[in-house]
């Protein structure tokens, strides 16, 4: 390390103890932060320090301990990842992440069929590691040959953009990444993992099924898979289902929030139990938006499955006949107990909902025009004057809408997937008035951000500060009611 190295690094340290002071906790993982440059690196005379980086991701990985973060600058790296060292808790994780504003692609050129995918996570300590802001393309990849008999099971051996394998103890986060070109987005097996705002597509499928190569794939408990994209995938946008082997089901995963279009199903559920799908927009799917199926196998039963609040539209394509095309279907006796409330189902192929199952607890869903802002161009908010608006049934699992913003608004629940704010989000206290409590929220926390602000609710538009832009909001709304803007 040179002198002006130095300098920086103990000017850095001031600083960082400065904002850990200022937040009353860390800002980031405790760990050392390295870096990976492809262009700059250098794997043999680098450091991991940010001017003396390492070329490849892979050798960092391997330099690094649990709670390091490895720092990815802008490149195209041909390369698999696996090996992590695990962290700790969410507060202590292994990071690895882009370089933020960098593009870093992940784009493996494999062709053994045992090492295809873009991260590979198998160990079986590994937990508390985060993926951040990378795009995996798998496009330089080569399939197995799905009709070798030397492969027992020739769909684990296809490429895949990130496989999380059984073996691991959980705690897995991905967020912000864009995987395309796969035969699957991605495969994840272990419990307690999070798949945050992904951009998953053009998912391939190698023997030209369409109901085996998914955007994601979950088969354990307790994952989160939360906002994102998962668009013109061959197989299903996202697909929970257990095993026929093991006869373990995906047990209490969480479904929100996700755009799931130009796929085979928007959402599919079978042999899994207890799932909560809610606030997610599918559309233009081949077949029905969301799918509760029991009747693939003899007595696998999805089991008290949940959809709440999401907006199916225009689901279902002429040209494919196999399966339904229905906003909602709840397929086959050995579906039990599924709750369906507070759905729109609007211009779907087949009708809007199907329901063959049984137990099935149906409620508050829409079927007519339900107002969209601008169908035509993907706008499925609600126009001020939709029916249903304040025509859904309170759901204490949906606490808020594919926006954030809290539910509900105006006098009760909405239907779909956005709720609409009559008071435009200046009824800070939710009292139905905007007046002068809603305005001194504003002034008490005036000018603070952060941990600092002593009530988030004077946040107006949840940008961390409260300042003039929430004032204003407060101060266009002034005086109005929910009655008066009714
Ligand atoms: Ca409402
Ligand atoms: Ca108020
Ligand atoms: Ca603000």
Redesign the pocket.
Known sequence: MNCSTKTRFVVGAIIIDFLIMLSGEALWAQGVTHYVDGVNGDNEYGDGTEVNSWETIQYGIDQMSGGDTLVIKAGTYAERITDFPAGTDWQNATVIRANPGDIVTIKPNEADPARLQAIFLNGKNDEYIIFEGLVLDGSDMVDTDMNDPNYVNPRELVRTGIRIDATVKGHIRIQDCEIEQFATGVLSTPDYCEFINLNVHDIVSPDGSLVTWHGIYIRGDYNLVEGGEFHDIKGHGVKLAGSNSTQIYPENNIVRNVTSHDNTFGIFITRALDNLIYNNVCYDNKYSGIAVFSDWQEGQHPQRNKIFNNTCYRNGNPNYDVYGRYAIEVRGLGAEDTEVKNNICYLNLDGPINDTGTNTFLSNNYYDDPGFVDADNLNFRLHPDSPCIDAGIPIASVPDDIDGIRRPKGLEYDIGAFEFDPLNGADLNEDLVVDIVDLNMVLIDWGRSGLAITDTRA?????????I??LNTVLIGWGKSVHQAQ
């Open positions: 946040d107006a538009n949840n940008d961390g500060t409260v300042d832009v929430d």
